[in-house]
């Protein structure tokens, strides 16, 4: 959902702090959306909105989230995306109502299809994807935040596979955790099902930075913004070329990066941003994918 007004605001409202106490204004005005989305300075911020039912990751859920990821991806416009949550939990996972044998087989298998869809999404879509928690992650909503590039949590925030605490393991929800923690740590959060507190989800690395509550949103919009000061195509390149060698081995995974070092050279950001450097001028982006015609 889009919600009107804001960039009518937002010109009249130059200090950045100040124009997103505005945007949070509007959106906690909005409750029947299950996701809210609204975009300013090349910053997507998702916000899922259904705290009563502890936003938990329904079909409908599923589907809103990835409407708004999709939602003009490759646009020029679009530059970082971030995804937080309003209440306590930030996501306690799979809605177990839909989960139910009476909901059928069929179903089951269209809500973890889509599930995965989201996770994958968001790895795949050529802007980085940044998770604000504050509260609670679970089962999927763990997930969820280790799928994303970038985690920002507060100190108050946990995170947990608890699925084989109620009989349904945590099968889909390992495949991002086990990809972002060691593997003996991801073993131990899906069989035990026990809370993992923020201090202990960045040593292990599910989440990278761990702040108090009071600075959160301050970070992760420093940590959006600093991206937005970058080439947007190589950001794009530098993404997918980071998500495709993980799943290579050592050799093949050297060959591809060392291709697509020689592919981002041949942009036109990449050569002014060269120029700039031995210039000691900063660089003027044109955040375009247009070759520089003398790399050819």
């Not at 089951?108 to 790895?123: A, G, K, N, W």
């Not at 026990?194 to 930075?209: E, Q, T």
Request: aromatic share 4%; with cysteine; charged share 25%.
């Amino acid at each position: 959902m889009i919600l009107g007004g804001f960039y009518k605001a937002s010109n009249l409202v130059k200090c950045f702090g100040v124009s997103w106490r505005i945007l949070r204004r509007k959106m906690s005005a909005d409750s029947s959306s299950l996701t809210l989305r609204e975009q300013q300075d090349g910053i997507r911020r998702i916000v899922l909105n259904n705290p009563e039912k502890r936003n938990a990751l329904s079909l409908a859920m599923l589907e809103s989230l990835r409407e708004n990821l999709q939602t003009d991806s490759h646009s020029d416009d679009l530059r970082v995306i971030i995804i937080s949550a309003r209440g306590p939990v930030f996501s306690a996972g799979h809605d177990l109502k839909e989960l139910r044998a009476a909901r059928g087989r069929d179903h089951h298998s269209r809500v973890f299809q889509t599930c995965s869809e989201v996770m994958t999404l968001i790895q795949d879509i050529p802007v980085p994807v940044i998770a604000m928690v504050n509260g609670v992650a679970t089962a999927a909503g763990c997930q969820l935040v280790a799928s994303c590039d970038i985690a920002i949590a507060s100190d108050k925030s946990t995170f947990a596979t608890p699925g084989v605490n109620v009989g349904l393991f945590c099968s889909t929800p390992g495949v991002a955790i086990g990809r972002a923690v060691p593997r003996k740590v991801a073993m131990e959060m899906l069989l035990t099902g026990r809370p993992v507190s923020a201090r202990d989800a960045l040593l292990h690395g599910l989440v990278s930075k761990v702040v108090l509550e009071e600075q959160l949103e301050q970070e992760t919009l420093a940590v959006a913004r600093r991206v937005c000061e970058s080439s947007r195509p190589v950001v794009a390149l530098g993404k997918a070329v980071f998500h495709r060698q993980m799943t290579l081995g050592r050799d093949a995974a050297y060959a591809s990066a060392a291709e697509a070092m020689l592919e981002n050279l041949t942009l036109r950001d990449t050569q002014e941003g060269i120029r700039a450097f031995l210039e000691k001028r900063k660089p003027v982006w044109s955040n375009t994918d247009a070759v520089d015609t003398n790399t050819r």
